[in-house]
């Protein structure tokens, strides 16, 4: 069964600040392009199966459902909800960042 993929605020705005640094900061915008469809693709697959990928660390938010997905060098963090059956796409950042920081900054709901 599909589930719905809902993308917070938070990680739209993730998802331009990334691809607006590449093609703008580092002048690739064909690079950001296929960085932005890649990432697109890979949340879109989310809707079958998305507990495949693997929990993520901190008791927190693994209590939560948090999942991390990579993607080339960035990490997709959701929430997959098997009985109302979405996803809930929470950040978007650079794997390479102190994600655990950033979700420290995050309110729990």
């Not at 008791?59 to 960035?74: T, Y």
């Amino acid at each position: 069964m599909k589930y719905e993929i809902k993308i917070t605020e938070k990680a739209e705005k993730d998802i331009r600040g990334i691809y607006n640094y590449i093609a703008m900061e580092l002048l690739a915008p064909e690079t950001a392009a296929n960085l932005l469809n890649k990432l697109e693709k890979s949340i879109s697959e989310l809707d079958y199966m998305p507990s495949r990928f693997r929990k993520y660390g901190s008791e927190l938010w693994q209590s939560r459902g948090l999942r991390i997905m990579p993607v080339d060098n960035f990490a997709v963090l959701y929430i997959p909800d098997k009985p109302a059956k979405t996803v809930t796409i929470i950040r978007v950042m650079y794997a390479g960042r102190d994600i655990e920081k950033q979700l420290d900054s995050m309110p729990i709901a």
